[in-house]
């Protein structure tokens, strides 16, 4: 595993400073394939393997589709050169219209797919959980952000000035992602893989913002695009904060108690109090609550999203707010997400022996969910000077940037208009701080020190057991029957012992990833029946084969005279 | 334009230490090769990782608000190079690169290698199904009893 993860990094970073198709796809693929090589490491598992193989697959479709993109890109220039593979040879010809569709297309198919949009999302939740978690780290909380960098440089810098409809397909795929993504995070009973599903909820925020930024930059409202990439560029930085926090805290925990499952873990916060409070912050920070970063951006969407009234599409007008809805609802569903989390593997009792036992994660892994803890906490509190920061990308995409953010008056944030909307991280941390330390004192300056033991309420059954509290699957229960049984086609089922016998009951749960079973599950089949097929090929005599290829020639011959 | 190392605009050096980061990080992979199987090669090729990628952070993030600058490499396609560009957008990019990279290094140091992520829970599970549940243990505590609570 080791070679990879400098190859990994190595690859991420290429791609960032690629200025030519081909250094691009080479630092890609290089990206691509060291990082298949992280997620099979433990290759002794064989799932392992199998969540490796699907990466591998989804991996090679987007290069294809990022291949064809640039091919596009490329084709409009004169001459047949090598030099139009260049981005400046495509800044300068530009794509027609109906080129410039194709490739918005396939980038959404090419960069979607490693970023988790729905419907390529189903390596996702296979591959990060696979990894070792300081890879887990990387790829959900970097590698998708230089999918979405892949997105933004093809879009935004290379296809030329968008369309007004450009926003239309990246909204309808962005939203709908960030809802399907949350709500896998909570069908989810394996720590890394709650985090993993929890990416592309995020991925499916970010989108919102680029396609709210294509919809106004193509509609004559460069100030609002300027926001919403800055909002979409803001949740990138984001992201890539408190996701990494929570995958160290998951690995922190899975070192402690050799378990990811939430169901065998609970109580850790006694244990292992530091990291339960570094995966507090980075809990409360992807549930956009204030005073963290996360909030920021996700507000920074909204004050967007409530200026779509002015965009002179009907379409639009009624698109953006539906997607706001979609916005919302994932928010909400994101915090009930990491309420589950945190609740279940770090409050009530320990749930199993390996919980009962764990031990403090060691300085190292402290060291860095720390920094990050803080970083995510800074960015909250201090938003103005990020956002000013990130103007120098969005200027040159959108055509003009925000107004100056980090030296207005007690660190506020006013990204449209005073009278309309204004945030102030700082002013809403000293409150919580305040407050809260101000109940701390109440608490012990009024509270009695006196210890009331008496027995739990335990519905009538008897003995004191662990098990018997709120699990994973119960605190999930409500948000599955209400959605799980239409989206996922969730079942329930209850299998009770039969009188006089002794065996506990059993509940179970199924679910079914619909991109698995509607689109992959019958490619998958289509692919096997046709290579079935095809197989015969393989198999002819040399007469056969002269005749195959001598038709192929006239079928080609025939194909380029209607062509010319 | 012939392929050569042609750099453009006042923040070059910028540039160029990012790539020379990238042949850092590179040379660092095949280094690893022979350090996999050594005491402390874990701790050095994380160690150096993580130098790298502050190197990197600290560079993007000074060219943030620079002009672009463009580098011509002459490994690459014929007539066309290796092109390397970093601009603001990119500089965003590097950004959460390096920092991703910084803060993951360290935490590697102290994350013992024989803690294979798909052991309890049973790793991935299989496509379009339920996440395996079974109580087979990865190696990360083996001190902890089979089974609990009896």
């Excluded at chain 1, 890394?192 to 409202?221: D, H, P, Y």
């Excluded at chain 1, 965009?311 to 994101?334: S, T």
Aim: positive net charge.
């Amino acid at each position: 595993m080791l070679p990879f993860y400098p190859a990994f990094l190595a690859g991420m970073m290429l791609v960032v400073l690629a200025d030519d198709a081909f250094t691009f796809l080479f630092g890609w693929e290089f990206m691509s394939l060291a990082s298949f090589a992280l997620v099979v490491s433990h290759h002794g598992v064989a799932e392992n393997v199998r969540a490796g193989l699907v990466y591998l697959m989804m991996a090679a479709f987007g290069t294809l589709a990022l291949m064809l993109a640039f091919g596009l890109l490329a084709a409009g220039g004169e001459g047949v050169s090598l030099q139009a593979l260049s981005f400046s040879a495509m800044r300068a010809h530009g794509p027609t219209p109906l080129a410039a569709a194709v490739v918005l297309g396939l980038a959404l198919l090419g960069a979607g797919s490693k970023a988790g949009l729905v419907p390529l999302h189903v390596w996702l939740p296979l591959a990060h959980p696979a990894a070792p978690s300081h890879v887990s780290a990387l790829m959900s909380g970097v590698m998708t952000k230089v999918a979405v960098y892949g997105f933004i440089r093809i879009v935004f810098d290379l296809a030329g000035p968008p369309a007004w409809w450009w926003g239309v397909p990246v909204l309808l795929v962005a939203g709908p992602t960030a809802v399907a993504g949350v709500l896998y995070a909570l069908m989810q009973t394996d720590v890394k893989r709650v985090l993993a599903c929890s990416t592309i909820e995020n991925i499916g925020i970010i989108f919102v913002g680029l396609g709210l930024a294509l919809a106004f930059e193509a509609n004559g409202a460069p100030a609002v695009a300027a926001l919403a990439l800055t909002a979409a560029l803001f949740h990138v930085v984001n992201h890539a904060l408190f996701k990494s926090l929570l995958f160290f805290g998951a690995g922190a925990v899975l070192v402690a108690t050799g378990e990811k499952r939430m169901g065998m873990l609970g109580g850790l916060i006694h244990a292992m109090p530091q990291t339960a409070l570094a995966m507090l912050v980075g809990a409360a920070a992807i549930s956009a609550l204030p005073p963290l970063n996360g909030f920021v951006s996700e507000w920074l969407t909204f004050q967007a999203i409530l200026l779509s009234p002015d965009l002179p599409v009907w379409g639009l007008k009624m698109l953006i707010p539906a997607v706001g809805a979609l916005l919302a609802l994932a928010a909400a569903l994101a915090a009930a997400c990491f309420v589950r989390l945190y609740g279940i593997v770090f409050l009530g009792r320990p749930r199993s022996a390996a919980a009962s036992q764990a031990r403090e994660a060691d300085g190292f892994t402290r060291t860095a969910m720390a920094s990050l803890a803080v970083l995510c906490l800074a960015a909250g509190i201090l938003p103005g000077p990020v956002i000013d920061a990130l103007q120098g990308a969005v200027a040159p995409l959108v055509g003009v940037r925000m107004t100056g953010q980090g030296h207005l008056a007690w660190l506020s944030i006013i990204p449209v208009a005073e009278g309309r909307s204004s945030y102030n991280g700082f002013l809403v941390f000293v409150f919580i701080a305040l407050s809260a330390s101000l109940a701390a004192l109440a608490v012990h300056a009024f509270g009695s020190r006196a210890v009331r033991r008496a027995p739990a309420w335990d519905c009538g059954f008897p003995g004191d057991d662990p098990l018997a509290q709120y699990s994973a699957e119960s605190f999930a229960q409500p948000l599955r029957r209400v959605f799980g049984r239409s989206l996922f086609a969730a079942r329930e089922t209850v299998t009770m012992p039969p009188p006089g016998d002794m065996a506990p009951a059993r509940l179970s749960v199924s679910e079914r990833d619909p991109a698995w079973a509607f689109l992959f599950a019958p490619l998958g089949r289509a692919v096997s029946a046709l290579s079935g097929r095809a197989n015969a090929i393989a198999h002819l005599n040399i007469r056969n084969y002269l005749a195959l290829v001598f038709g192929a020639l006239v079928l080609l011959l025939v194909v380029l005279a209607l062509w010319a | 334009m012939p392929a050569s190392a042609i750099t453009s605009a006042a923040s070059a050096p910028a540039l160029q230490l990012l790539v020379a980061g990238i042949v850092a990080l590179v040379l660092l992979a095949a280094g690893a090769v022979p350090l996999a199987r050594k005491a402390g090669g874990s701790a050095l090729v994380y160690g150096a990782a993580a130098a790298i990628c502050v190197l990197v952070l600290g560079t993007a993030l000074s060219s943030l608000g620079g002009a672009p600058a463009s580098l011509i490499l002459p490994p690459g396609l014929p007539e066309l190079g290796g092109r390397l560009r970093l601009d603001a957008l990119a500089a965003v990019g590097l950004d959460g690169d390096g920092l991703g990279g910084a803060a993951a290094s360290p935490f590697a140091l102290g994350f013992p290698p024989g803690c294979a992520p798909g052991g309890a829970g049973g790793g991935a599970s299989p496509p379009g199904a339920m996440p395996a549940t079974s109580r087979r243990r990865n190696g990360c505590c083996p001190s902890i009893p089979p089974s609990w609570p009896a």
